[in-house]
């Protein structure tokens, strides 16, 4: 089981810019897909990005230009860039972790995830 712990979230002028942290521990999280989601108040939760466990990476078209992942194996965590926000990207944000052989299909499908953060509030607003 991989614990994680998301941070980085904050309140933020249209424009503005944030990097969210996704912080692995209990394992080594180098074989695992990460992805971040959001979930606005009154929506459904919102698959963002990913980054396999090869290092490709996916990026919805709502986030595509703006949003940035990687990950640091020397520090078990993987990053969010976010740039240009709008007040649509008001969220709360979490990521989660995903070993399992179909883990690409289960994004799609809305299903990846065998581990999540508590998740991280981003708010932008002027």
């Known amino acids: 089981e991989v614990q994680l712990l998301e941070s980085g979230g904050d309140l933020v002028r249209p424009g503005g810019s944030l990097r969210l942290s996704c912080e692995a521990s209990g394992v080594s999280f180098d074989d695992y897909a990460i992805a971040w989601f959001r979930q606005a108040p009154g929506k459904e939760r919102e698959g963002l990005s990913s980054?396999?466990?090869?290092?490709?990476?996916y990026y919805a078209d709502s986030v595509k230009g703006r949003f940035t992942i990687s990950r640091d194996y020397a520090k078990n965590t993987v990053y969010l860039q976010m740039t240009d926000l709008r007040p649509e990207d008001t969220a709360v944000y979490y990521c989660?972790?995903?070993?399992?052989?179909?883990?690409?299909?289960?994004?799609?499908?809305?299903?990846?995830?065998?581990?999540w953060g508590q998740g991280t509030q981003v708010t932008v607003s002027s």
């Open positions: 989660a972790a995903d070993q399992r052989d179909d883990y690409i299909i289960r994004f799609f499908k809305g299903s990846f995830g065998s581990d």
């Open positions: 980054i396999w466990s090869d290092g490709n990476t």
